[in-house]
C-alpha cells in the first residue's frame, strides 16, 4: 500500500495538492471519536512540514523532537530506547522503607547525632 501511495502523494505535492491532501486528512480526524486516540502515544514528531500540524490536530504530544528527517520509524526506535531506559529507572527504583530513608527532617537526624 505505501508503495502505491508514496507516488500519488509526491505527484500531489508536485502539482501543489498537498494542502488540499493534509485538510482532507485533517476532516476525516475531525469525524474520529474523541477518546479513539487516547490510549496512544506518538514517538517523535519529524521535520516533515505536516507532521506537527497532524499531532496538533490529534491533540497528541510527541516523546521526541529532535528535527528528525531520516524516515524507516527511526523516531520510533529512538523513542522506544527512551521508554524502556525509564521504564528499567523506574521499576529498579526503592522505595524509601527499601533504601532506609526515614519521614523525618534532616535537622531531626542531626538533632538525634549531636545527643547521642
Known amino acids: 500500500m505505501r508503495k502505491r501511495i508514496g507516488p500519488q502523494l509526491r505527484q500531489r505535492r508536485n502539482r501543489g495538492g498537498a ?10 480526524l475531525a469525524k474520529l471519536r474523541a477518546d479513539t486516540l487516547a490510549h496512544a502515544l506518538s514517538s517523535h514528531v519529524s521535520a516533515e512540514a505536516g507532521h506537527r ?16 528527517r531520516l524516515g524507516e520509524a527511526s523516531g ?21 522503607a527499601e533504601a532506609g530513608v526515614s519521614d523525618r527532617p534532616a535537622a531531626d537526624d542531626a538533632t538525634a547525632a549531636a545527643a547521642s
Open 76 to 96: 520510533a526506535a529512538l523513542a522506544v530506547l527512551v521508554l524502556r531506559a525509564a521504564l528499567a529507572c523506574h521499576t529498579g527504583m526503592a522505595t524509601f
Open 19 to 28: 494542502d488540499k491532501t493534509i485538510k482532507h486528512d485533517r476532516d476525516a
Open 53 to 68: 500540524m497532524l499531532l496538533d490536530e490529534l491533540t497528541l504530544r510527541p516523546l521526541l523532537d529532535l528535527d528528525l
